[in-house]
């Protein structure tokens, strides 16, 4: 058996095994045929990035491929229609790179707070049971493979990186710290942030809601001035790069983005931080907070000097898009497999 945790973002889809991670966007676009496969001028691996899967029929591309092949793309910041139309596609294509063999596979996975209690019985479904899956890879081999999903188990999706920092690698207490104090979480996603209390591993209803304010707002805005300024509309998953890099090129003319970057991801950190105050106004006896995500990792800097308590420190070299999902897998082994040193899939399948 093997154990995944999979974390299906409006932004980026994770996943992890324990000894491999993926991440890749969380686009899909019609598969078509691309007649010159070979790659020009030798630049290195191009395959990581080449993700074309078959499921139920139908053939997609996904991820940067989709982004830069499919003349058809898509790309949601609904919760329904993520769910009805994409997650399975993405979960599937996460496990199909990670599985080896007819390995029957548990897996984690989690949904924002807000939309766990509507749709976690959906996604689980959706996700349990026997799935053929195809993967074609760039120069157009296709392998076929059966995901034989066992068990599923939806968690609160800060959860995961509570348990990351709580547990070790064969689902063992770690940090026995977080399992007796107050902790509060922040997780800044793509579309949503959550907000969460653990005291003494007991959730808690009253401290815990999903809002809008995701770096998707902060992106809309940068989006929006660009439009202004260039008169093209750029799709925000396509801003990543730019962002990170401080600037982008529009039709030959660079825009720089550093200034209006920091302006709105401060303002943004600090619609944050008075959400987080209005919410744990009466859980003044905090202890400590984590602050998670992809979303968390690029609006630290703003939003710590604007929180009234302790932050727990967080490795800067491990990237925070994979806090929860390792905590995801983290918990499965704590689940299913504790103290058991996973296994290699290969050497698994020939027992």
């Not at 409006?10 to 324990?18: L, Q």
């Not at 229609?81 to 993405?90: E, L, T």
């Not at 968690?155 to 990186?161: A, E, H, L, R, Y």
């Not at 940068?222 to 529009?250: F, M, P, Q």
Request: net charge neutral.
């Amino acid at each position: 058996m093997e154990i995944l945790g999979i974390d299906i973002g409006f932004g980026f889809t994770k996943a992890t095994d324990g000894k491999r991670d993926l991440v890749f966007k969380s686009v899909l676009g019609e598969a078509t045929d691309i007649q010159f496969r070979e790659e020009m001028i030798a630049a290195g691996d191009v395959d990581e990035n080449h993700l074309q899967v078959e499921i139920d029929g139908k053939s997609y591309f996904v991820g940067e491929l989709a982004e830069r092949q499919s003349n058809v793309r898509f790309f949601t910041l609904d919760q329904a229609q993520f769910i009805a139309k994409f997650a399975k596609v993405f979960a599937l294509a996460a496990a199909a790179q990670l599985v080896k063999g007819f390995v029957p596979i548990n897996l984690v996975t989690g949904l924002p707070i807000g939309y766990y209690r509507e749709f976690k019985d959906e996604l689980a479904k959706l996700l349990i049971g026997e799935h053929k899956v195809t993967l074609i890879d760039a120069s157009g081999k296709r392998e076929e493979k059966s995901i034989s999903v066992n068990k599923v188990r939806v968690v609160p999706q800060p959860f995961g990186s509570l348990f990351n920092l709580m547990l070790n690698d064969l689902g063992e207490m770690a940090d026995k710290r977080l399992v007796k104090d107050k902790i509060g979480i922040i997780d800044v996603g793509f579309r949503t942030s959550d907000y969460t209390i653990s005291d003494k591993m007991r959730y808690s209803e009253r401290g815990s809601r999903t809002t809008d304010s995701g770096i998707a707002r902060a992106f809309n805005v940068i989006a929006t001035k660009l439009r202004e300024n260039s008169g093209v509309n750029i799709e925000l998953y396509r801003l990543y790069e730019a962002i990170d890099n401080g600037k982008i090129k529009i039709r030959g003319k660079e825009y720089d983005l550093k200034a209006l970057t920091e302006q709105i991801f401060s303002q943004l950190a600090t619609s944050i931080a008075n959400e987080v105050d209005r919410l744990w106004v009466d859980d003044w006896d905090i202890d400590a907070m984590i602050i998670t995500g992809g979303g968390g990792s690029v609006l630290a800097k703003h939003l710590k000097p604007l929180l009234n308590g302790v932050i727990i420190e967080t490795d800067p070299e491990h990237d925070m898009r994979l806090y929860n999902v390792r905590g995801y897998r983290k918990f499965g082994q704590h689940l299913w497999a504790r103290g058991n040193a996973p296994q290699d899939p290969e050497t698994k399948a020939t027992k």
